[in-house]
T-cell receptor, first 109, second 114 residues
């Protein structure tokens, strides 16, 4: 079953922060986050493994709450380059990653 | 050097035709995948190969047949194309079969069936 992301779409002004949530109905082993710009391939951002760790690089970070079967992606001080569609991908421990419904993020000047 | 390369980038064909999409990765990864992205941007897994062995075969019509001649290549052949097959097909690879590693995606093949 496909993980559900919220919000479906968000518009930010440069410098604003955003949170994208990913919720699964299944127990999770890992959560991936990807960003896809229009007409391009999804690009891997980070992966979080079972254990509730929080990871990040630059101004993009994420958390993983395995008990709630949820993950959140945090974008701080957004830049124009952050625009795109963000996907979470979840795995229950097998070799398959199921991608979420996507969140379209637009950063405007 | 392109890490995961797909050809062709665009494919326009008539219903009923047979077509192939090729994928190659030079990352030394063990596992390769085919994903389909529909018009609503939903990314759905179709197949996965680990070191030439088929390990995931989702509910995909048997008109779709993947082939992996070696662990660096994964091709997709589609018979009797239908209008509903129109989508962007992405090849991807990862370091191992376990979902501990991120995927590297190819640039995609936009298939349009008319």
């Amino acid at each position: 079953q496909q993980p559900v992301q919220s919000p479906q779409a968000v518009i930010l002004r440069e410098g604003e922060d955003a949170v994208i949530n990913c919720s699964s109905s299944k127990a999770l082993y890992s959560v991936h986050w990807y960003r896809q710009k229009h007409g391009e391939a999804p690009v891997f951002l980070m992966i979080l493994l079972k254990g509730g760790e929080q990871k990040g690089h630059d101004k993009i970070s994420a958390s993983f709450n395995e008990k709630k079967q949820q993950s959140s992606l945090y974008l701080t001080a957004s830049q124009l380059s952050y625009s795109g569609t963000y996907f979470c991908g979840t795995s229950g421990g097998y070799q398959k990653v199921t991608f979420g419904t996507g969140t379209k993020l637009q950063v405007i000047p | 050097d392109t890490a995961v390369s797909q050809t062709p980038k665009y494919l326009v064909t008539q219903m009923g035709n047979d077509k192939s999409i090729k994928c190659e990765q030079n990352l030394g990864h063990d596992t390769m995948y085919w994903y389909k992205q529909d018009s609503k941007k939903f990314l759905k897994i179709m197949f996965s190969y680990n070191n030439k062995e088929l390990i995931i075969n989702e509910t995909v019509p048997n008109r779709f047949s993947p082939k992996s001649p070696d662990k660096a290549h994964l091709n997709l052949h589609i018979n009797s194309l239908e209008l509903g097959d129109s989508a962007v097909y992405f090849c991807a690879s990862s370091q191992e079969g376990l979902p501990n590693y991120g995927y590297t995606f190819g640039s995609g093949t936009r298939l349009t069936v008319v």
